[in-house]
C-alpha cells in the first residue's frame, strides 16, 4: 500500500464526481499511476485526528514566553502512525502498531515540561488528563533536537479517554 502522503497531490484533486481532476482518466494514464484511481477516494477520507496537550493557566503564560505555545503543542493520530508535538522541544512519530497499551494515569506530577530518563519520557503542560502510552519496540523521540530512546510516553491531553480509544480503535 502506498503512503497517503505520497497521493496526496493527487487526492487533493480529486473531486466529488470520483474523476482525477474534473476528467476522466485514459486508459493510458490510469495505467501510470500506481494505485487504482478507487483508492484516491479512501485516501482522501483518511484525516488525522488531534489531541492538544492540555496546558494548566500558568503554565500556558510561561510557555508562550519561552515560545512553546500551547497551539503547537498536540497529539496527531492518522490510521498508520502518531505524531506527538510540544513545539521546538520535543517531537516523536512512531507507527500506531507500536502503541501496545495507552491508560490515563490518575497520580498528578508537580513538573510542567517535557522530562525523561531510560525510555519513560513526560511531556505535559498540566498535572491532570496524562496518559501513558507504551511502545513496543522502542520508539525514537527528539527533545532540543537530540535523539531519546521512547518506551513509555506519558502525554497530558485535554481528552485522555478519548485518545485511548483513538489509539486502541482499528489496529
Known sequence: MYPARSVSHLAARYNRTGVLGGVH???IRQRLLPFPIGALKTISCMKPRRFPIHFD???R???SILLLPPSSSYVEVS???VYVRMGWVFRSRFPRSAVTSATEIHRRPLSRGVHGFAGRWLV????RGILSIHLVP?????VMGFPVRLRELMVSVTEPAALATALRDSK
Not at 505535559?124 to 498535572?127: D, L
Not at 522502542?138 to 527528539?142: A, F, L, P, T, V
Open 124 to 127: 505535559n503542560g498540566s498535572g
Open 138 to 142: 522502542i520508539q525514537r523521540g527528539y
Open 57 to 59: 493557566t500558568w503554565y
Open 25 to 27: 482518466p485514459s486508459p
Open 61 to 63: 503564560s510561561l510557555s
Open 79 to 81: 490510521s498508520e502512525e
